[in-house]
């Protein structure tokens, strides 16, 4: 469970007044307060919103009586609504972990979760989750891997398709107004616990970038859904470990401002997160997961202004519980420093210097391994990849994996797939990062296309070229009968391929990189590296 959310936008008000809070915190701490049978044992876990009652195998939520302007606890109507929302809305990533709404009922024996006395608050029961799970845990045991990360990207691309459109909440305006909140609110730490300069340089750098970007943010603003809110790494869990169990809980109820806009909003929000946590490599295939899983590569452009404004909003809220008066002194040190972090981080996505990162076209016979080593090297190099196989069937409106008709593999669909995939290219580009594209690249026109492409933005192009014998092609792709598979590529197309092939001879050499695609994986990331 959370025990710190980081959502405060608007400076801390006192909290409303509450008929002795601490009796029902004590008597909630009770066992004889739960439903039989009773646990052995309570926790408590505090945030700035709630407090969290901790059993064997449940949570038990209740709002606290507060008002912070973005978030108002203040009457009983209000929490109850909120406890409501917060199911509904938590059912959407966890369907199993949130089991309702319970009222509190306060008698002669106290307050407590059993029938006794008269109704007198709500609370959220939860199922819950064991604290390894969460991807925080995993990430600092060294137990948080690529295909975790890819498997949450895919889980959050069908959420937000499926999720309702608030184009309105995904406006300029709103990203603008939020990012001068940041500002005039960070203006009271400015010299104690941020850098001055710098918050007035990253401030004018955001408004600059807000500026250069706005039609483009514009465009994305028909993309706006009902999101989470605060996708951090401790929102998400993955049951036993399992990247095929992946929870997403604790999402915004209070507030659909600052729950609802890009989804590439939200998900820059746990990129940052990753990034802060010293594991780039992981925010960068984030980034590209959801990319491929949503079929979305134009928020390249705009995502450095996301991140820049998600690690502002960490730095916020360090200082406001660091220059709460009732924060313990070594918390404040420890807030102090992660603001002062966040600052920095929220500062380099928009100071960064014009890149060379390169487009690395990945092509040659079907079968030899293209699409593992562009994944490969999309982690290795940090660098978003597109592929041909999901652009295609996107165009004919198909899943990933469903079948594709000839109708699919025709001159003229090809046409529009690869002017498609280079089109996506340029969004990354205009990004200041590289490309890795995954595609055949069997006729000249297409490497001449994506080549242009290349030398357009001037950065270095490569074509990594695979082949290997018939028997190791015909046994992988033989192999694709037996499951789904993004590929159309079969055992009985591989004469005609080889027929219709065009080796690239128009290339120069330094442009061209041919490798045998029964090399181990790692050994063809390396040999690639070495040539760029």
């Known amino acids: 469970m959370q025990t710190e959310k ?29 439903p039989p049978p009773a646990p052995s044992g309570v926790e408590l876990r505090h945030t700035h919103a709630s407090w969290v009652f901790l059993t064997e195998g449940e949570a038990w939520k209740v709002k606290r009586p507060v008002d912070y302007g973005f978030l108002d606890f203040s009457t009983v109507e209000k929490r109850r609504h909120c406890c409501e929302e917060e199911v509904r809305l938590g059912r959407r990533l966890a369907p199993d972990v949130y089991t309702g709404v319970v009222p509190i009922y306060a008698g002669p024996a106290g307050h407590g979760f059993v ?17 390894g799970d969460s991807a925080s845990m995993l990430l600092a045991s060294g137990r948080l891997g690529p295909q975790h990360i890819e498997r949450l990207a895919e889980r959050l691309a069908r959420f937000y398709a499926e999720a309702p459109a608030t184009p309105a909440l995904g406006a300029p305006s709103v990203l603008a107004s939020h990012m001068e909140e940041n500002h005039s609110q960070s203006l009271p730490s400015a010299g104690r616990f941020l850098d001055g300069e710098l918050v007035e340089r990253l401030h004018q750098w955001q408004r600059e970038a807000h500026a250069a970007l706005s039609p483009r943010l514009e465009q994305r603003a028909a993309a706006a859904r009902d999101g989470h809110g605060d996708l951090r790494l401790e929102h998400v869990y993955f049951e036993d470990g399992d990247p095929d169990s992946v929870r997403v809980i604790d999402p915004i109820e209070f507030n659909p401002r600052l729950r609802c806009g890009d989804p590439a909003l939200d998900v820059a929000f746990l990129a940052m ?4 946590n010293h594991r780039g490599d992981l925010a960068a295939w984030l980034l590209s ?9 134009d928020f390249y452009p705009v995502v450095d202004l ?15 519980v660091a220059s709460d008066p009732r924060t313990a002194p070594a918390k404040v040190n420890r807030k102090a420093r992660e603001a002062a972090s966040f600052l920095a981080l929220a500062a380099s996505y928009l100071r960064h210097p014009p890149q060379s990162a390169p487009v690395i076209a990945v092509g040659g016979v079907i079968g030899s391994g293209k699409t593992t080593l562009a994944a490969a090297l999309g982690l290795a190099l940090e660098l978003p990849v597109v592929s041909s196989d999901l652009t295609r069937k996107h165009l004919a409106g198909l899943a990933a994996t469903e079948a594709g008709g000839a109708a699919l593999y025709s001159d003229e669909h090809t046409r529009r797939t690869y002017a498609e995939l280079c089109r996506r290219a340029g969004a990354v580009l205009d990004s200041g990062r590289g490309v890795i594209l995954d595609a055949t690249f069997a006729a000249s026109a297409t490497r001449a296309q994506t080549r242009a492409i290349a030398h357009q933005a001037g950065r270095p192009f490569r074509l990594v070229e695979l ?11 033989g192999r694709r009968h037996d499951g789904a598979s993004v590929s159309d590529a079969r055992a009985d197309r591989l ?7 065009r080796a690239p001879d128009e290339l120069p050499s330094r442009e061209r990189l041919l490798l045998d695609g029964t090399l181990p994986v790692e050994e063809l990331v390396r040999r690639v590296r070495d040539a760029i």
């Open 115 to 131: 029938e006794r006395g008269a109704v007198v608050d709500h609370a959220v029961r939860m199922r819950r989750l064991p604290d």
């Open 6 to 34: 980081t959502l405060s936008l608007f400076p801390v008000r006192s909290p409303s007044p509450r008929p002795d809070p601490g009796a029902l915190v004590r008597d909630l701490l009770r066992p004889e307060a739960y």
């Open 273 to 276: 997160d990753l990034e802060a």
């Open 289 to 297: 997961s959801f990319a491929r899983a949503a079929n979305d590569y």
């Open 495 to 501: 004469g005609s391929f080889r027929r219709s092939y």
């Open 306 to 320: 996301y991140l820049s404004h998600r690690a502002w909003v960490r730095a916020k809220v360090a200082c406001f």
């Open 467 to 477: 082949d290997c014998d018939d028997q190791t092609l015909r046994r992988r792709l």
